[in-house]
């Protein structure tokens, strides 16, 4: 199978294209390697987690790299004809539920123009399945939990929410018009080795081994389902192969833990004390996400990732990549 993902230098992206190569898949990795975070991150996905698979050194599973913007049709077009991928996994996104709101048009122009050209593309070059992120944001602050599929996400609490959930509308639209099987991937804290140094998850992990102080916001009363990076993207390959009509998924960890018991866990393995900084909740941010993952189980999958495991994982990763 040739499979494009589109921000496949990005955290998840490089993950699920890895597991994709080891199974034999044929990978086209399409990317515009910007600075919201430090882009040399990124061309270390590229250049050390998937050392060894870069055509034509290997057989069997391999990638290419196109550097582009999703929001130009003209590249994608060029990159569809040329490469006539079967299915996509699309996660190209501003991703930051904060900047979204210093930045509001540039996610709606990225998030909601970038995907719909994919979508259109897709259609237009016969694409047999279109897996997409979306996030558990678009919950904003429903009262009920844990959140289903099933529940109203009308009110959301942030640019970067309210684009996806728009995402979800127009992916609808091409499932319904054209017969293009979709399905958005709500994920819920994702966090593991080589990770985005924008989340909490990264910085409370980086600050605890260097000494520095976290800002823990809400004064620590948050709930999260922290989702391990392998356990993601064992779902997303669930759904890419399953081409369902027309879905949308929550993919989370199946523990819902408190941020505070998050940190402890962190310090354990760091061997350090945290030095907290207490603030009140930011705008833009969600006190609970937890998960309900019966869907996503119905078809196979479960997480396995424990979060003592997968922060022991994460900060042996950190001080190798950084060096402390
Ligand atoms: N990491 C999480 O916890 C989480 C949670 C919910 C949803 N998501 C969603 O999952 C997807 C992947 O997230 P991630 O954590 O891997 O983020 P990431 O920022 O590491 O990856 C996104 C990649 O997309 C690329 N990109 C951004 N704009 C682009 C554009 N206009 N054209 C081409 N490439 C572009 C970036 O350079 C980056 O490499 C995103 O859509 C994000 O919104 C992530």
Same mark, same amino acid.
């Given at each position: 199978?040739?499979?494009?993902?589109?921000?496949?230098?990005?955290?998840?992206?490089?993950?699920?294209?890895?597991?994709?190569?080891?199974?034999?898949?044929?990978?086209?990795?399409?990317?515009?390697?910007?600075?919201?975070?430090?882009?040399?991150?990124?061309?270390?996905?590229?250049?050390?987690?998937?050392?060894?698979?870069?055509?034509?050194?290997?057989?069997?599973?391999?990638?290419?790299?196109?550097?582009?913007?999703?929001?130009?049709?003209?590249?994608?077009?060029?990159?569809?004809?040329?490469?006539?991928?079967?299915?996509?996994?699309?996660?190209?996104?501003?991703?930051?539920?904060?900047?979204?709101?210093?930045?509001?048009?540039?996610?709606?122009?990225?998030?909601?123009?970038?995907?719909?050209?994919?979508?259109?593309?897709?259609?237009?070059?016969?694409?047999?399945?279109?897996?997409?992120?979306?996030?558990?944001?678009?919950?904003?602050?429903?009262?009920?939990?844990?959140?289903?599929?099933?529940?109203?996400?009308?009110?959301?609490? !942030?640019?970067? $929410?309210?684009? +996806? %959930?728009?995402?979800? =509308?127009?992916?609808?639209?091409?499932?319904? *018009?054209? &017969?293009?099987?979709?399905?958005?991937?709500?994920?819920?804290?994702?966090?593991?080795?080589?990770?985005?140094?924008?989340?909490?998850?990264?910085?409370?992990?980086?600050?605890?081994?260097?000494?520095?102080?976290?800002?823990?916001?809400?004064?620590?009363?948050?709930?999260?389902?922290?989702?391990?990076?392998?356990?993601?993207?064992?779902?997303?390959?669930?759904?890419?192969?399953?081409?369902?009509?027309?879905?949308?998924?929550?993919?989370?960890?199946?523990?819902?833990?408190?941020?505070?018991?998050?940190?402890?866990?962190?310090?354990?393995?760091?061997?350090?004390?945290?030095?907290?900084?207490?603030?009140?909740?930011?705008?833009?941010?969600?006190? !609970?996400?937890? $998960?309900?993952? +019966? %869907?996503?189980?119905? =078809?196979?999958?479960?997480?396995?990732?424990? *979060?003592? &495991?997968?922060?022991?994982?994460?900060?042996?990763?950190?001080?190798?990549?950084?060096?402390?």
């Amino acid at each position: 199978m040739k499979v494009l993902i589109t921000g496949g230098a990005g955290f998840i992206g490089s993950a699920i294209a890895k597991k994709l190569m080891d199974r034999g898949d044929r990978v086209i990795l399409v990317d515009n390697f910007n600075d919201y975070y430090d882009p040399q991150l990124k061309h270390d996905r590229i250049k050390k987690f998937l050392k060894g698979y870069e055509k034509p050194a290997r057989q069997g599973g391999s990638f290419l790299v196109y550097t582009g913007d999703i929001r130009d049709a003209k590249f994608l077009e060029k990159v569809f004809k040329k490469e006539k991928p079967d299915k996509i996994v699309h996660l190209a996104a501003m991703a930051g539920v904060r900047s979204s709101l210093s930045d509001p048009a540039l996610y709606v122009d990225v998030n909601i123009l970038g995907t719909t050209n994919l979508l259109d593309k897709a259609v237009k070059h016969g694409v047999k399945n279109f897996v997409y992120a979306s996030t558990s944001s678009v919950y904003g602050n429903n009262k009920k939990l844990p959140f289903s599929e099933k529940d109203s996400v009308d009110t959301p609490v !942030s640019i970067y $929410a309210a684009t +996806k %959930k728009a995402d979800e =509308l127009i992916a609808h639209v091409y499932s319904h *018009i054209y &017969k293009l099987p979709t399905t958005g991937l709500r994920f819920f804290t994702v966090y593991g080795p080589w990770g985005r140094p924008d989340m909490g998850v990264f910085t409370f992990i980086e600050n605890i081994i260097r000494g520095k102080t976290i800002d823990v916001y809400n004064f620590g009363k948050m709930r999260r389902n922290f989702t391990y990076i392998d356990d993601v993207v064992s779902g997303t390959l669930v759904v890419l192969d399953a081409d369902l009509p027309c879905d949308v998924m929550n993919i989370g960890g199946d523990r819902d833990e408190k941020l505070l018991d998050y940190i402890a866990a962190v310090e354990r393995c760091c061997g350090k004390k945290a030095e907290m900084n207490m603030l009140p909740l930011q705008s833009g941010d969600m006190i !609970s996400t937890v $998960a309900d993952i +019966k %869907k996503l189980r119905k =078809l196979g999958w479960k997480p396995t990732t424990r *979060i003592d &495991k997968g922060i022991k994982n994460f900060v042996l990763w950190y001080r190798e990549y950084y060096k402390v």
